[in-house]
């Protein structure tokens, strides 16, 4: 079993693991950010640029460092290989540059979108973002595209992750959602905007990182914050029933699948359960879900004043 | 005269037909190799003759092949590069108008080496009408016993096809291309897995450059060491440059690579000087994504050395004061160019090849070419110029392909050594538009 350093904490991982998962074994604040990355989807992550890491210590056998940034999602550990991860100011700057890249075209729309709260681009851009913009540019907009009757696509929020492209492949039956376009121009869309209608399409909502696919049963019904978060089960004969309902007072509000710290789904949910159980009566609720992603919505700093705000 | 090993006999009519061509010796090499020689005693010729990567990144061929895995029980493939989109590059071209056989021929010979019994040509969307030249040549070269089974009586097999790209720059990186050669859209994949492991159809695959795959021809007629013999160190054997530019003879050139820039320039067999008897004011040597060379770091480097058409002494001084060979693009510009605007340019056309896969490409190409067209069109700000060198630094190696690098290296190299030219556009931006307009000259007239 290899053995990796990263940022001086050695941990033993299985052959094959990745720094980014060889990190999250580890945890705390060495764990790269990750926007593309979802380890529930095949093929998914390298995209997006935040995880990049340096390998200062190649492995055992060849200890020569890499020469250049590593995407720490797509990098296998070596034995004795030594990774910097915040502790090497290059690749915070180099973090830091991503964010930037990635905020110049996002509309920067938080008072309205409903993904504020739980949304992966604004922890980033807490962590790692300047509270001002050297883009002077007009932004990229597009058009709001209702895709089935369910989700609502803005892609002007979008960060081209592609996560809701491999799920659609992965999840759905047939390729209906995809890349067109390139570069700086280029779109999520349907085939010809048609709707996404299998039952697993609602998935793409929980893996976009950001709020640019969105539950159109829940848009603007209330912020994230406010709805208590609960764990609950039902049978469904499509899907394994295990998801979360967010409750106000006695009613459910809507229902996602269940998230990990790091924002990633493993029992994904049907579009039954998430769109149209909306009766507490049909839930069996387990207890409150303990959300310890170390998100605006989990952390409640704000009350607390600014020493604990990071 | 310098020797030709790849245009010797691109002038003779009708070489495009497989008549013509062997009748100047087309396709010895095939039956060298398949009659006289293993394929591991190709590669070592390869190998003696030092031949480097023709598309850009000079890495040595030799090396590249010997890296291929191989695997029982699972087909290897060659494919040859024909996505020749860099801007300033068209040496490619010309090779294969003019001369398709030597390609097919080198494919062959290639494919022979490496154990591939089924390979592709991978042409740009754009060189609609090379497909036919191409298509033609290999259907001839089918007639006459060269491809398909049981090759010239040796028992080896190959198929050899040519695809059509869509028309994009990014095809032209190996792993983009293989990926469109599969049929999807054309993204980079992340390496490693490198494509000598997993390639096409997750098979091993070698991609060369068409450049490259010509030199083998005449590496297996005359031997690696003779080719070695031709040029100075690491840079052997004979180059195809593209010239264009400010030039009284621009085209496609193949030179000895033991000649200096100045001679290239300057000399009647080569570029002829520059047109109008006007001053050199820069030269991008290998192709738009190199850093451009002011003046005086194009003849001399910053030693004070002769500055020669090879891969080492064009890079000497590293990205301060040197550029790269590149793929051989060579552009000259005389004094009335002006640099903002040929910047601007390639940037525009980095953001709008760019696959948009990963962030930093993605935003950053898009980025710099917005600030460089204001800057540009008169509305640019002093802070845009360093805004310009930190953007350019940080998409720099922090992409998921040389994309990235390819589109931060000119706008760097361009604001290092022409830094006066661009605030100039700040600090006077009427005076800028009227010289890059031609008003300036009209003014003088009337």
């Given at each position: 079993?290899?053995?990796?350093?990263?940022?001086?904490?050695?941990?033993?991982?299985?052959?094959?693991?990745?720094?980014?998962?060889?990190?999250r074994?580890?945890?705390?604040?060495?764990?790269?950010?990750?926007?593309?990355?979802?380890?529930?989807?095949?093929?998914?992550?390298?995209?997006?640029?935040?995880?990049?890491?340096?390998v200062?210590?190649?492995?055992?056998?060849d200890?020569?460092?890499?020469?250049?940034?590593?995407?720490?999602?797509?990098?296998?550990?070596?034995?004795?290989?030594?990774v910097?991860?915040?502790?090497?100011?290059?690749?915070?700057?180099?973090?830091?540059?991503?964010?930037?890249?990635?905020?110049?075209?996002?509309?920067?729309?938080?008072?309205?979108?409903?993904?504020?709260?739980?949304?992966?681009?604004?922890?980033l851009?807490?962590?790692?973002?300047?509270?001002?913009?050297?883009?002077?540019f007009?932004?990229?907009?597009?058009?709001?595209?209702?895709?089935?009757?369910?989700?609502?696509?803005?892609?002007?929020?979008?960060i081209?992750?592609?996560?809701?492209?491999?799920?659609?492949?992965?999840?759905?039956?047939?390729?209906?959602?995809?890349?067109?376009?390139?570069?700086?121009?280029?779109?999520?869309?349907?085939?010809?905007?048609?709707?996404?209608?299998?039952?697993?399409?609602?998935?793409?909502?929980?893996?976009?990182?950001?709020?640019?696919?969105?539950?159109?049963?829940?848009?603007?019904?209330?912020?994230?914050?406010?709805?208590?978060?609960?764990?609950?089960?039902?049978?469904?004969?499509?899907?394994?029933?295990?998801?979360?309902?967010?409750?106000?007072?006695?009613?459910?509000?809507?229902?996602?699948?269940?998230?990990?710290?790091?924002?990633?789904?493993?029992?994904?949910?049907?579009n039954?359960?998430?769109?149209?159980?909306?009766?507490?009566?049909?839930?069996?609720?387990?207890?409150?879900?303990?959300?310890?992603?170390?998100?605006?919505?989990?952390?409640?700093?704000?009350?607390?004043?600014?020493?604990?705000?990071? | 005269?310098?020797?030709?090993?790849?245009?010797?006999?691109?002038q003779v009519?009708?070489?495009?037909?497989?008549?013509?061509?062997?009748?100047?010796g087309?396709?010895?090499?095939?039956?060298?190799?398949?009659?006289?020689?293993?394929?591991?005693?190709?590669?070592?010729?390869?190998?003696?003759?030092?031949?480097?990567?023709r598309?850009?990144?000079?890495?040595?061929?030799?090396?590249?092949?010997?890296?291929?895995?191989?695997?029982?029980?699972?087909?290897?493939?060659?494919?040859?590069?024909?996505?020749?989109?860099?801007?300033?590059?068209?040496?490619?071209?010309?090779l294969?108008?003019?001369?398709?056989?030597?390609?097919?021929?080198?494919?062959?010979?290639?494919?022979?080496?490496?154990?591939?019994?089924?390979?592709?040509?991978?042409?740009?969307?754009?060189?609609?009408?090379?497909?036919?030249?191409?298509e033609?040549?290999?259907?001839?070269?089918?007639?006459?016993?060269?491809?398909?089974?049981?090759?010239?009586?040796?028992?080896y097999?190959?198929?050899?096809?040519?695809?059509?790209?869509?028309?994009?720059?990014?095809?032209?990186?190996?792993?983009?291309?293989i990926?469109?050669?599969?049929?999807?859209?054309?993204?980079?994949?992340?390496?490693?897995?490198?494509?000598?492991?997993?390639?096409?159809?997750?098979?091993?695959?070698?991609?060369?450059?068409?450049?490259?795959?010509?030199?083998?021809?005449?590496?297996?007629?005359?031997g690696?060491?003779?080719?070695?013999?031709?040029?100075?160190?690491?840079?052997?054997?004979?180059?195809?440059?593209?010239?264009?530019?400010?030039i009284?003879?621009?085209g496609?050139?193949?030179?000895?690579?033991?000649?200096?820039?100045?001679?290239?320039?300057?000399s009647?067999?080569?570029?002829?000087?520059?047109?109008?008897?006007?001053?050199?004011?820069?030269?991008?040597?290998?192709?738009?994504?190199?850093?451009?060379?002011?003046?005086?770091?194009?003849?001399?480097?910053?030693?004070?050395?002769?500055?020669?058409?090879?891969?080492?002494?064009?890079?000497?001084?590293?990205?301060?004061?040197?550029s790269?060979?590149?793929?051989?693009?060579f552009?000259?510009?005389?004094?009335?160019?002006?640099?903002?605007?040929?910047?601007?340019?390639?940037?525009?056309f980095?953001?709008?090849?760019?696959?948009?896969?990963?962030?930093?490409?993605?935003?950053?190409?898009?980025?710099?070419?917005?600030?460089?067209?204001?800057?540009?069109?008169?509305?640019?700000?002093?802070?845009?110029?360093?805004?310009?060198?930190?953007?350019?630094?940080?998409?720099?190696?922090?992409t998921?392909?040389?994309?990235?690098?390819?589109?931060?290296?000119?706008?760097?190299?361009?604001i290092?050594h022409?830094?006066?030219?661009?605030?100039?556009?700040?600090?006077?931006?009427?005076?800028?538009?009227?010289?890059?307009?031609?008003?300036?000259?009209?003014?003088?007239?009337?």
């Amino acid at each position: 079993m290899p053995k990796v350093t990263i940022d001086g904490q050695t941990i033993e991982v299985a052959e094959g693991t990745t720094i980014l998962n060889a990190a999250r074994q580890i945890g705390g604040e060495l764990v790269p950010p990750a926007m593309c990355y979802y380890s529930t989807l095949k093929g998914s992550g390298g995209k997006c640029r935040t995880c990049l890491v340096r390998v200062t210590k190649g492995s055992e056998k060849d200890p020569r460092p890499m020469p250049k940034l590593v995407a720490s999602c797509q990098t296998m550990v070596m034995d004795g290989m030594e990774v910097a991860s915040k502790s090497d100011p290059s690749v915070v700057d180099a973090r830091a540059a991503v964010t930037e890249f990635l905020l110049i075209n996002h509309p920067l729309d938080c008072p309205i979108c409903d993904q504020a709260g739980e949304c992966h681009l604004q922890d980033l851009a807490f962590e790692h973002g300047k509270s001002n913009t050297r883009y002077e540019f007009e932004r990229r907009t597009f058009e709001k595209i209702d895709i089935g009757p369910y989700i609502k696509l803005h892609m002007t929020r979008c960060i081209m992750c592609f996560r809701c492209v491999f799920t659609a492949q992965q999840l759905c039956p047939e390729r209906v959602h995809g890349i067109i376009h390139r570069g700086d121009h280029a779109e999520i869309s349907t085939f010809i905007e048609k709707s996404i209608d299998s039952e697993f399409s609602g998935n793409v909502i929980d893996v976009c990182p950001v709020g640019a696919l969105t539950d159109r049963t829940f848009r603007f019904k209330s912020r994230v914050w406010f709805l208590n978060p609960m764990d609950a089960h039902r049978d469904c004969p499509t899907c394994s029933g295990k998801a979360v309902v967010w409750m106000y007072g006695g009613e459910i509000y809507r229902v996602t699948a269940r998230k990990d710290k790091y924002g990633e789904v493993h029992d994904f949910i049907c579009n039954t359960c998430r769109f149209h159980t909306k009766e507490k009566g049909s839930w069996t609720i387990e207890g409150p879900r303990d959300l310890d992603r170390h998100s605006v919505i989990s952390q409640n700093h704000y009350e607390h004043g600014e020493k604990t705000v990071r | 005269m310098a020797r030709k090993l790849l245009l010797e006999h691109a002038q003779v009519p009708g070489i495009n037909t497989y008549e013509v061509y062997r009748k100047h010796g087309g396709y010895r090499s095939v039956e060298k190799a398949l009659k006289t020689m293993s394929p591991d005693e190709v590669v070592d010729e390869v190998k003696k003759s030092g031949l480097r990567g023709r598309g850009g990144a000079g890495f040595p061929t030799g090396m590249k092949w010997s890296f291929l895995a191989k695997p029982e029980g699972v087909p290897r493939y060659l494919v040859c590069n024909a996505d020749e989109s860099e801007p300033g590059t068209f040496k490619d071209r010309y090779l294969m108008e003019k001369i398709p056989h030597l390609l097919v021929e080198g494919m062959i010979t290639s494919s022979y080496a490496l154990g591939a019994n089924t390979s592709y040509i991978y042409i740009r969307g754009e060189y609609s009408w090379i497909l036919f030249i191409l298509e033609k040549a290999i259907a001839e070269a089918y007639a006459n016993g060269w491809l398909g089974k049981n090759i010239q009586g040796s028992g080896y097999d190959l198929d050899l096809y040519v695809n059509i790209g869509g028309g994009a720059y990014i095809c032209g990186e190996e792993t983009a291309l293989i990926e469109s050669l599969e049929g999807k859209r054309g993204n980079p994949r992340i390496k490693p897995p490198f494509p000598a492991v997993k390639g096409l159809w997750q098979c091993p695959t070698v991609v060369n450059n068409v450049e490259t795959i010509a030199a083998v021809v005449p590496i297996v007629n005359d031997g690696g060491e003779e080719y070695a013999k031709i040029g100075i160190g690491k840079s052997t054997g004979t180059k195809l440059i593209s010239a264009s530019g400010n030039i009284n003879k621009p085209g496609v050139y193949e030179i000895e690579m033991n000649i200096s820039v100045e001679e290239f320039i300057y000399s009647d067999e080569w570029c002829g000087g520059i047109k109008n008897g006007k001053k050199l004011k820069a030269c991008v040597p290998g192709g738009s994504s190199v850093p451009i060379l002011p003046h005086f770091l194009v003849c001399k480097t910053a030693n004070g050395d002769t500055r020669m058409m090879t891969y080492e002494s064009l890079a000497d001084g590293g990205f301060a004061t040197g550029s790269m060979l590149g793929s051989g693009g060579f552009i000259v510009y005389d004094e009335d160019q002006c640099i903002v605007r040929n910047t601007w340019n390639f940037a525009r056309f980095y953001a709008h090849e760019s696959c948009g896969q990963c962030s930093p490409c993605r935003e950053g190409t898009g980025w710099m070419e917005k600030v460089l067209h204001r800057l540009e069109h008169g509305g640019g700000k002093m802070s845009d110029i360093d805004l310009l060198v930190d953007v350019a630094k940080k998409i720099e190696g922090n992409t998921i392909c040389p994309l990235g690098d390819a589109a931060a290296w000119p706008v760097s190299a361009a604001i290092r050594h022409f830094r006066e030219e661009f605030e100039w556009h700040v600090n006077d931006p009427k005076a800028a538009m009227e010289r890059n307009y031609g008003l300036v000259n009209e003014k003088v007239n009337a």
